[in-house]
């Protein structure tokens, strides 16, 4: 009977720090995720302006949840972004001498539309804020690009020649590659941003499923790179040229990047810097185990 009375007195005096390290025990949490939403370079540039494109990235973190109010958040994620550099009335000319060695000016106008698309992985680390079945995540974020591309689209290439000492334009003339047509080319961004470093935001509610086992979060995202990438200054005529009329005839139109490109009649770069960022929504397939580090006797009693 002492033996009981003891044994009941340990447990009645155990039972309030039980409750205690149930209330504050630790969460761990295995996150998949799949975000969706827009990205973008912000361009420097007085020759034409940015349109998001499409950003689609895929998350597996851990979560761990110290107190059910902080925690951190530590991951590897992959992202596909892309961004549109946009003029509905770009312009621009030059002069050059033809195969006779007449001067002639070269002017055209067009619509221009360049996308440029990027595959980054990034190792986001983040502090957590955790309140009910909300939580936000801030932290610093890095980016490695893994590639770079672009495609350019040049609509209504309307591309005119005019010989200067006679006040004469030749509008479709074939030998000049001159008339209105459509352009598009693609290829490899030369130099691009190798890394980019800034802060990630998130945002989520988590529904809980199956006895907290697991759940489902959904929320907000935003990311925003704290440095830009200064572009260096190329030696073409313009964004649109024809290839030397001295040395071959026909000629062929050349095209270049906006990244690459200069503005002839402005004498400057169509693009001198940029820098990245990109928003969105995200879902999230959250696994979560309970760990109770601490009174034996309730893992015991609950079957934790």
């Known amino acids: 009977m002492i033996m009981r009375a003891r044994l009941i007195l340990i447990i009645l005096l155990l039972l309030p720090i039980c409750v205690a390290a149930r ?13 969706e939403g827009v ?3 912000t361009y420097q540039s007085q020759l034409g302006k940015l349109n998001p494109g499409n950003n689609t990235g895929f998350d597996i973190a851990y979560r ?46 067009c619509d221009l539309r360049e996308t440029h698309l990027q595959t980054f992985v990034s190792l986001p680390l983040q502090l957590g804020f955790f309140y009910d079945n909300w939580s936000v995540f801030v932290g610093p974020k890095a980016w490695l690009n893994l590639s770079a591309n672009y495609r350019q689209s040049l609509r209504i290439a309307d591309l005119q020649v005019t010989y200067p000492q006679y006040e004469v334009q030749i509008p479709e003339a074939l030998v000049y590659a001159a008339g209105v047509r ?4 693609r290829g490899r ?13 998130e945002a989520n509610y988590l529904f809980h499923v199956l006895y907290d086992k697991w759940g489902i979060g959904v929320g907000l995202y935003f990311d925003y790179a704290f440095n830009s990438h200064d572009l260096s200054a190329t030696s073409n005529l313009s964004l ?4 030397d009329t001295r040395v071959e005839l026909p000629v062929h139109r050349v095209q270049e990047s906006v990244l690459r490109a200069n503005h ?4 400057q770069q169509v693009v001198q810097r940029y820098g ?6 995200k879902v999230s397939f959250i696994l979560m185990r309970p760990t109770n580090r601490g009174c034996r006797i309730c893992r015991l009693q609950h079957g934790w």
Not at 79 to 102: E, K, M, V
Not at 182 to 185: A, G, Q
């Open 64 to 109: 761990y949840n110290s107190s059910r109010i902080f925690g951190v958040r530590l991951g590897l994620s992959v992202d596909l972004s892309g961004s549109y550099f946009c003029n509905s009335a770009y312009a621009d000319g030059y002069s050059t001498i033809n195969a006779q060695g007449s001067p002639i000016d070269v002017a055209y106008t």
């Open 182 to 185: 459509p352009n598009e080319v």
């Open 276 to 281: 990245f960022f990109d928003v969105g929504l």
């Open 264 to 267: 002839h009649l402005t004498n």
């Open 39 to 41: 990205a973008g370079l």
């Open 240 to 243: 649109l040229s024809i290839t």
């Open 189 to 201: 961004i030369t130099e691009p941003q190798r890394w980019w470093a800034g802060i990630a935001v």
């Open 23 to 35: 209330r504050s025990q630790t969460i761990d949490q295995l996150e998949i995720g799949l975000r």
